[in-house]
């Protein structure tokens, strides 16, 4: 266990919805990170949040956003969803200070599946 | 552009036997590499890390990665494999200057009783 919970494990939905899945860090870790993975594109790195405010942006699509709030949880919400949205969704946190030298702890993942 | 290329998409190998995964990356200046291990419905784990210093580095469960800054690798090494090291192996890499992480595709390693 990482110390990283993710809510719900699955979620089904249709094409054009909106969903939001959340994440909540290690205790003490400030930045978090969330990642898509399916099987055509690999693990792509989404978005990274440290102490409240955005990082970093990878490969995130417009339609999705995300935040991190005082009590550093995290949320992604995803809009207008497609079938190509289906995928696992990681959440990540690491430790304060110098992020870029520090290892990831990965959450268990949401599975979106888009009907 | 930065990338991270794991060219085996699978590699089986029989109990016992001493792994590789390789990894190359194609980062400017001195990047941090990282191992992930993730295994079935679970999220990744983290094996190990090159910063600085010796280019033989070890981590969890037995293994080790070895940094060769002129082939621009870092492939990831066991001794004596366990069929319990089976599991999908992801190799990442970090600009020291830029927070963005990139991930290889990942290597599945099948380990034969």
């Known amino acids: 266990d990482s110390g990283v919970t993710q809510t719900p494990k699955h979620l089904i939905t249709a094409t054009g919805q909106r969903v939001t899945l959340r994440c909540s860090p290690r205790?003490?870790?400030?930045?978090v990170y969330w990642y898509q993975q399916s099987l055509d594109q690999g693990l792509q790195f989404l978005i990274q949040?440290?102490?409240?405010?955005?990082?970093a942006k990878g490969n995130i699509l417009e339609r999705f956003s995300a935040q991190q709030f005082p009590d550093l949880h995290s949320e992604l919400n995803l809009s207008s969803l497609e079938l190509g949205d289906s995928a696992l969704y990681f959440c990540?946190?690491?430790?304060?200070?110098?992020?870029?030298?520090?290892?990831?702890?990965f959450g268990p993942g949401t599975r979106l599946t888009v009907l | 552009a930065q990338s991270v290329a794991q060219p085996e998409d699978q590699v089986n190998v029989a109990e016992g036997n001493p792994l590789t995964v390789k990894c190359t990356y194609s980062v400017s200046g001195n990047p941090y590499l990282f191992w992930y291990v993730q295994y079935p419905n679970r999220g990744l784990q983290f094996l190990l890390k090159y910063i600085t210093g010796d280019n033989l580095v070890k981590g969890s469960y037995g293994f080790e990665a070895e940094f060769n800054k002129s082939q621009t690798s870092f492939h990831l090494k066991k001794p004596s494999a366990l069929v319990s090291d089976s599991a999908l192996y992801f190799c990442a890499v970090r600009h020291p200057r830029d927070d963005k992480i990139i991930f290889g595709k990942g290597t599945r390693l099948h380990i034969l009783p």
């Open positions: 205790s003490g870790d400030l930045s």
């Open positions: 949040y440290y102490n409240g405010e955005e990082r």
């Open positions: 990540a946190s690491s430790p304060p200070g110098l992020a870029v030298l520090d290892e990831q702890f």
